[in-house]
């Protein structure tokens, strides 16, 4: 699975320069951890960070004027930090996999010259074979719609090629993975990747594209999980979680075994809780049941708490064949009773850790108890400065922190006593 090292964000709103992890051009810095965790107070940016993942998803879902225009955001003058000038710029540093070349992704929005959100620059470029450190080659390169992309598996930069193997300048016939072809795209809002994803010349920025369309960002609220939808097994839990029912149903029936495990989990999560199932209704809606073993009959999602809903919800996710490459929560201890926190924290690292196709967790917190259970490797700590803009560190670049760690003192309690404020 595809595992992001490094995450910088630019004039967007309170993130006017924040780099998570390692990118492209820092010589130093430790790539991101399989799970990240970022703290702070209110206020901080911590929604904002999280929105901005949330930004360059929609970007590619829709178009970068949309992605504007949502309502949470209200517009490009609004996403743009106040008082900077020139466009809101990502940059996503990842790999498919731990022995693969690095991948940079770069993306700067601005207004065009009737005031409208466009792409005004996107790179998509990777180490040459055999490098494992050193400059990255684009094999896309777009500038106000236009620009080059390279087809095929190899990105190749013409100069060094041509340095390398001088005989390949002499051979009339060019392999495939050395071509390159002028692209202008017809609308300035959508994305390159968008496009060129979609043909088969191009495979890596298809990876690219299936990786960034496969990241799950979770808006889940416990209302949602209490409604009634129309049956019909759903392979997963989509960003809302207004399909819970479905996607039980689609794993009772395409993987039985594993869901029975999954409710044993569960079970040892959230005691009391010993069976869940659904209900076809005679209308073809579907219910989900919980049981305690306290009574009977089984409680209706909707009778059932906001805690148990949402654990629920994440320990499905996490079971999900086939998990999404890149997992985003906000604030997941909301509504869960406190010693839960530990064992959520430990359940996402099991998961991101626990083999070569799981996926990679990020969240954002303020709870002490949900960071008791982290290393400063994992936990980023998000401030805001006095001129208004965030600011963020690792903690285990506070020597303090590390030094009472080892000594044995739990992150949630070194930040509920102000230890882990950034320096």
């Known amino acids: 699975m595809a595992l992001i090292e490094g995450f910088r964000v630019q004039n967007y709103r309170a993130l006017r320069d924040v780099t998570l992890g390692k990118i492209s051009n820092q010589g130093s810095g430790e790539p991101l951890t399989p799970f990240t965790v970022v703290i702070g107070k209110n206020g901080v940016g911590k929604s904002t960070l999280f929105d901005a993942f949330g930004f360059v998803s929609d970007c590619l879902n829709s178009d970068v004027e949309t992605a504007c225009d949502m309502k949470q955001r209200g517009g490009f003058e609004r996403l743009r930090s106040m008082g900077r000038k020139g466009p809101i710029e990502f940059e996503i540093?990842?790999?498919?996999?731990?022995?693969?070349?690095?991948?940079?992704?770069?993306?700067?929005?601005?207004?065009?010259?009737?005031?409208?959100?466009?792409?005004?620059?996107?790179?998509?470029?990777?180490?040459?074979?055999?490098?494992?450190?050193?400059?990255?080659?684009?094999?896309?390169?777009?500038?106000?719609?236009?620009?080059?992309?390279?087809?095929?598996?190899?990105?190749?930069?013409?100069?060094?090629?041509?340095?390398?193997?001088?005989k390949s300048v002499k051979d009339k016939k060019r392999s495939e993975d050395n071509t390159k072809a002028s692209v202008e795209l017809t609308d300035p809002r959508q994305l390159g990747i968008a496009t060129l994803g979609t043909l088969k010349e191009h495979p890596r920025i298809k990876r690219f594209r299936d990786f960034l369309k496969g990241w799950y960002l979770s808006y889940f609220y416990p209302d949602a999980a209490r409604s009634k939808p129309m049956a019909g097994p759903q392979r997963h839990l989509n960003i809302h979680g207004d399909n819970i029912g479905n996607v039980v149903q689609f794993m009772e029936r395409e993987h039985p075994e594993r869901f029975k495990n999954v409710l044993?989990?569960?079970?040892?999560?959230?005691?009391?809780?010993?069976?869940?199932?659904?209900?076809?209704?005679?209308?073809?809606?579907?219910?989900?049941?919980?049981?305690?073993?306290?009574?009977?009959?089984?409680?209706?999602?909707?009778?059932?708490?906001?805690?148990?809903?949402?654990?629920?919800?994440?320990?499905?996710?996490?079971?999900?064949?086939?998990?999404?490459?890149?997992?985003?929560?906000?604030?997941?201890?909301?509504?869960?009773?406190?010693?839960?926190?530990?064992?959520?924290?430990?359940?996402?690292?099991?998961?991101?850790?626990?083999?070569?196709?799981?996926?990679?967790?990020?969240?954002?917190?303020?709870?002490?108890?949900?960071?008791?259970?982290?290393?400063?490797?994992?936990?980023?700590?998000?401030?805001?400065?006095?001129?208004?803009?965030?600011?963020?560190?690792?903690?285990?670049?506070?020597?303090?922190?590390?030094?009472?760690?080892?000594?044995?003192?739990?992150?949630?309690?070194?930040?509920?006593?102000?230890?882990?404020?950034?320096?």
Not at 129 to 145: C, E, I, M, Q, V
Not at 291 to 315: I, V
């Open 93 to 166: 540093h990842y790999r498919e996999g731990p022995n693969d070349r690095a991948i940079t992704y770069e993306l700067a929005i601005d207004l065009d010259s009737h005031e409208r959100p466009f792409v005004r620059s996107e790179v998509l470029k990777q180490a040459r074979k055999g490098a494992t450190r050193g400059r990255l080659f684009p094999f896309l390169r777009l500038d106000h719609g236009k620009g080059m992309a390279w087809a095929g598996e190899d990105a190749v930069d013409e100069g060094a090629t041509t340095a390398r193997n001088k």
């Open 264 to 423: 044993k989990n569960i079970a040892a999560k959230i005691p009391g809780i010993e069976t869940i199932d659904t209900l076809l209704t005679p209308d073809k809606r579907l219910l989900l049941r919980f049981n305690d073993g306290a009574f009977k009959d089984p409680f209706l999602s909707e009778q059932m708490s906001d805690g148990t809903l949402k654990m629920f919800a994440y320990l499905l996710l996490l079971e999900d064949p086939e998990p999404p490459p890149f997992i985003c929560i906000e604030e997941p201890e909301n509504g869960l009773y406190h010693k839960l926190l530990d064992a959520l924290a430990n359940e996402f690292r099991a998961h991101a850790k626990g083999s070569k196709d799981a996926p990679q967790v990020f969240v954002t917190t303020h709870q002490p108890y949900f960071v008791n259970a982290l290393t400063p490797s994992e936990v980023w700590i998000l401030e805001k400065g006095k001129d208004g803009y965030s600011t963020v560190q690792r903690a285990s670049d506070v020597e303090q922190v590390r030094n009472l760690v080892d000594e044995g003192l739990p992150l949630g309690g070194l930040w509920y006593s102000d230890y882990l404020d950034a320096r």
